[in-house]
């Protein structure tokens, strides 16, 4: 039995398009989950403590907000793709609170994209990511390069 073989490929990625992330609502449960194993702070785990805060609300983790990115860029694409990985982000930022109740949408931008000079088989793909909250407010931004095999490449390890 031959595995399938990925939709995206390295080719597949075209300078200037964008791809929809789809979108997420995010709950207290999963906030305040979230917080008590990896981000303890109070505003995280209580209402009432968010409420006090500078966030207005309880609001989830910058890192639960970078996670949450992760899922849906994993079921918007990444998982049907050739992808090997990313060498680092260039850039994050967490632009307004993320409040229990938001329903967050995301968009993907290609900015650039090259082979790799030491492995032919291999290109890099510049992403721009944002999520918006359920005004259109920017919330959250990463760019950073993916690593993703050419389609010959792919095709010769399935």
């Known amino acids: 039995m031959t595995a399938k073989i990925k939709t995206w490929a390295y080719e597949d990625f075209v300078e200037g398009a964008s791809i929809d992330l789809g979108s997420k609502l995010v709950s207290a449960a999963e906030i305040v989950e979230f917080a008590g194993e990896f981000d303890p702070q109070p505003m995280h785990l209580d209402e009432e403590a968010g409420k006090a805060s500078i966030l207005g609300g309880l609001a ?3 890192w639960h907000t970078c996670a949450m990115f992760m899922r849906m860029l994993c079921d918007a694409f990444l998982l049907d793709s050739t992808c090997q990985g990313a060498p680092g982000v260039d850039q994050v930022k967490w632009k307004k609170p993320v409040l229990a109740g938001d329903q967050l949408a995301g968009t993907l ?3 650039a994209k090259r082979l790799s000079k030491s492995k032919p088989q291999l290109g890099f793909v510049t992403m721009r ?11 959250f931004e990463l760019e950073n390069s993916v690593m993703f095999l050419t389609r010959d490449a792919a095709k010769s390890q399935a």
Request: cysteine-free; hydrophobic content about 40%.
């Open 109 to 111: 931008v290609i900015v």
């Open 129 to 139: 990511s944002e999520l918006f909250n359920q005004r259109g407010e920017s919330v």
């Open 60 to 62: 989830a983790s910058g």
